[in-house]
């Protein structure tokens, strides 16, 4: 019987793990850094950080839209220069 839940567990993170996996915007761990690089210079919130770090929006009219709390923080234009260069390293990480 635990031979079967521990089977179980290990079948169900597999597949979370295999899920997550494909859904991560950013898998390299160098892409990462400079990720976490750009962001911090930024008037951001950690949690608004994390959220373009996980959305990757394209435009900051979007991202304005998914994070309102960014409307107050940062301009249009600045906003479009960061997420143009996310956007970049996504492109080229390795």
């Not at 390299?28 to 959220?51: H, I, M």
């Amino acid at each position: 019987m635990l031979t079967i839940h521990i089977l179980f567990v290990f079948s169900m993170f597999s597949k979370t793990l295999d899920y997550v996996s494909q859904l991560s915007p950013m898998n390299n761990p160098e892409t990462v850094k400079e990720v976490r690089k750009l962001l911090k210079d930024t008037e951001l919130e950690p949690f608004e950080v994390a959220q373009l770090a996980n959305l990757l929006p394209e435009k900051a009219e979007e991202a304005k839209s998914l994070i309102p709390s960014i409307q107050a923080r940062q301009d249009d234009d600045d906003l479009q220069q960061v997420l143009n260069e996310l956007q970049n390293l996504k492109r080229f990480q390795s």
